[in-house]
């Protein structure tokens, strides 16, 4: 699966559900492997906005 074709899907999830913190993170480093730094940390800073203890979600905004 491509990084472009895993954003589109993950811009359908979340369609149908906002605010999951997986799919922004996944989205997020999605943006990343296609340059899009702007839309990654975006994505990475939303969902660290909701749960602020996972470490993955900062290691995500930090890469962004």
Known sequence: ITAVYTVNFNFQ?????????????TRSKCHLQVGNAEASLADAESALEQNKQPPR??????EA
């Open 13 to 25: 999830a979340l369609d149908l559900k906002p605010d999951d913190q997986h799919c922004l993170v």
């Open 57 to 62: 979600y900062v290691r995500v905004t930090a």
